[in-house]
């Protein structure tokens, strides 16, 4: 089992910057791929990023590719989104999720590949 609690969300400017982490409980942290999701009022849940459980493979959506960046680091237990040039558009409550998978090239972007989630933490991002 693991449990993963977000910080880093707030209230930013567009064209800003902000971190999100995702703190994992438990050793096995380096045998879950890991992703981040994203929800807006109104909206279904998607997927933002998602990285293999080495970090050796990651996907990004379109809306964000080439403004995030998923990271993790193993030792911490901990996975990272940097999101730059931030848009109105990306407000939405942001989520990280882990599936167990001890697969290098595996990176989930599918809502039910994953089995654990965190509780969310806000983005709002103003005009």
């Known amino acids: 089992q693991v449990q993963l609690v977000e910080s880093g969300g707030g209230l930013v400017q567009a064209g800003g910057s902000l971190i999100l982490s995702c703190a994992a409980s438990?050793?096995?942290?380096?045998?879950?791929?890991m992703g981040w999701f994203r929800q807006a009022p109104g909206k279904e849940r998607e997927v933002v990023a998602a990285i293999s459980w080495s970090g050796g493979r990651t996907y990004y959506g379109e809306s964000v590719k080439g403004r995030f960046t998923i990271s993790r680091d193993n030792a911490k237990n901990t996975v990272y989104l940097r999101m730059n040039s931030l848009k109105p558009e990306d407000t939405a409550v942001y989520y990280c999720?882990?599936?167990?998978?001890?697969?290098?090239?595996?990176?989930?972007?599918?809502?039910?590949?994953?089995?654990?989630w965190g509780q969310g933490t806000q983005v709002t991002v103003s005009s």
């Open positions: 999720a882990a599936r167990w998978s001890r697969s290098t090239v595996d990176v989930p972007i599918l809502e039910h590949e994953y089995r654990h």
């Open positions: 438990g050793r096995t942290f380096s045998s879950y791929a």
